[in-house]
Nanobody
Framework: QVQVVESGGGLVQPGGSLGLSCAASGTIFNIYAMSWYRQAPGKERELVGYITSGLTTTYADSVKGRFTISRDNAKNMTFLQMNSLKPEDTAVYYC???????????????WGQGTEVTVSS
């Protein structure tokens, strides 16, 4: 089994910064991409961005230039640094990891439970 756990959410003022962490643990042979999604109240879940095992990143237009995704492959962790936060960034942020559990199996995505981020004065 694989567990994915996010941490670091909270309340921040507009224009402020916040960092989220995500750790994958359990039976892991390899992790390919790790991604961040968010879901605002009353809206569908949307992709924030993702990072490959080779550390290539891709971002949604709405966060490009403000958010940075990084990764520590040795620790099976990914991080989301959010700067210049806006009220519209308020959402539950989810981490997911494309994990291969052994050399003979295919990879599959595992999701965390989410961490809440509120941007408000």
């Amino acid at each position: 089994q694989v567990q994915v756990v996010e941490s670091g959410g909270g309340l921040v003022q507009p224009g402020g910064s916040l960092g989220l962490s995500c750790a994958a643990s359990g039976t892991i042979f390899n992790i390919y991409a790790m991604s961040w999604y968010r879901q605002a109240p009353g809206k569908e879940r949307e992709l924030v961005g993702y990072i490959t095992s080779g550390l290539t990143t891709t971002y949604a237009d709405s966060v490009k230039g403000r958010f940075t995704i990084s990764r520590d492959n040795a620790k099976n962790m990914t991080f989301l640094q959010m700067n210049s936060l806006k009220p519209e960034d308020t959402a539950v942020y989810y981490c997911s990891a494309d994990v291969r559990q052994d050399s003979s199996s295919y990879s599959q995505w595992y999701w965390g439970q989410g961490t809440e981020v509120t941007v408000s004065s």
